[in-house]
């Protein structure tokens, strides 16, 4: 399924409409999938980069009481997390801590999807077009462009970092247990 979904972001002449295209379709599924275990594991295997970037988005987007209209960038990662709720409530069983802890856990992926595509394809504005003209780019060496809205500051950072962390603690309390504190501290 996963070479699968990949091939399908590639063959179109856009990789970037046609991961929009197959990531509305895939995300309805995504939302019903009742297991922490198995929503990480079709994230975690995921092959297209882009794909998976984009359902990230799409899950953050969910989560918002205010959704961004802007396009996937730095700055949109530092407004979910600002902005996002716990994600999803399958498991009544689960700790509030472990949906805390989850978030985290797909605000580091969406980062790292993020910087992977904007690494792997050189050039962000060429995701509109075919691999085998990326491939040309990518033999010539381009450098990557990031857009402006990607230049964000280490004092941006800490801001929203200490905002979501006091929301975090009125809810939990002191002390964070071990796997929070660990990806708090990877996140930044």
Partial sequence: LQRMLSIAVEVDRSPTCSSRKIADEIFPFILNIPLRSQREALLNTMESQLLRCRLLELLFQHSCDVPST???CLDKILYFLSHCSV???FEDETATWQRWD???QYLSLLLMSYQS???AFSLA???WSSLSD???LMIQKAKPRHQE???ISHLDIRLKMEDFTGRM???LGQPFPPPIQEKLFMLQ
């Fill in 117 to 119: 595509v904007i690494l």
């Fill in 102 to 104: 989850e978030m985290l």
């Fill in 70 to 72: 802007s396009s996937m």
């Fill in 87 to 89: 994600l999803l409530h």
């Fill in 149 to 151: 809205s990607d230049n």
């Fill in 169 to 171: 603690q009125e809810v």
């Fill in 134 to 136: 990326r491939m040309d």
């Fill in 125 to 127: 504005e060429h995701l």
